[in-house]
Structure formats: C-alpha cells, structure tokens
Nanobody, 125 residues
Framework: VQLQASGGGLVQAGGSLRLSCAASGRTFDSHAMAWFRQAAGKEREFVAAISWSGGTTIYADSVKGRFTISRDNAQNTVSLQMDNLKIEDTAVYYC???????????????????WGQGTLVTVSS
C-alpha cells in the first residue's frame, strides 16, 4: 500500500483544516487506517484510527471532540477533519495503514506497517 497525505497548511487557532490520505492498490478496504502526528522535538503520537469498514473509530484524548476521521473505500481515501485547532496541534501529520479486517481498532504506532510522507499543519495564534 502506498499512501499520499495532503491538506496541511497554516491556520489560525480556532480554525479548521481537512487532511486527506490517498491510497494505492485494490485492497484498501482490507486495511485499518490511522493518523499520527509528530511535533518538533517530540515523538510521533497517535491521533485517530478507523476500521476497514469505517464502523469503528478511536481518538486520542487530546483531539476527541475536535477531530473526525472518516474514509471512503470507493475512493481509497481517509480523511481527518480538524476543527477548533489549537497551537499545540502544530505537527507533521502522517497517515498509516494496517492490514486488518477486524472491527477492533488499535492506536499503537508499531501496528501500522505502511506510512505516507507527512503533511505539515501549523496553527498560529
């Protein structure tokens, strides 16, 4: 699976951005998908994940209620709608894929085998 993330940019605090991740291949609907982020000088951290069907989603506590992950299996895309952005959301955002037909979703980085190149989100005051 090859992943291409896009949609990052500069936004003011309180604003919104929508990230997208396009996947190649014909087995997209056999993969759970996730978003992670890495701020400067920090380790990569989990943001959100979604099951292969889209029926199960999980979020990091820091983004719960502000971010929404979704997927379109017909278009081979996963999106992250980010609302009410905060300065601490500034990071490079990565999409990851994990082969899984389970309805259970995991957030550990080690479980995701394929990664996109990252897209930078900068939130200003």
């Amino acid at each position: 699976v090859q992943l291409q993330a896009s949609g990052g940019g500069l936004v003011q605090a309180g604003g919104s951005l929508r990230l997208s991740c396009a996947a190649s291949g014909r087995t997209f609907d056999s993969h759970a998908m996730a978003w992670f982020r890495q701020a400067a000088g920090k380790e990569r951290e989990f943001v959100a994940a979604i099951s292969w069907s889209g029926g199960t989603t999980i979020y990091a506590d820091s983004v719960k209620g502000r971010f929404t992950i979704s997927r379109d299996n017909a278009q081979n895309t996963v999106s992250l709608q980010m609302d009410n952005l905060k300065i601490e959301d500034t990071a490079v955002y990565y999409c990851g894929a994990r082969f899984s037909k389970s309805h259970t979703v995991v957030g550990g980085e080690k479980y995701y085998r394929w990664w996109g190149q990252g897209t930078l989100v900068t939130v200003s005051s």
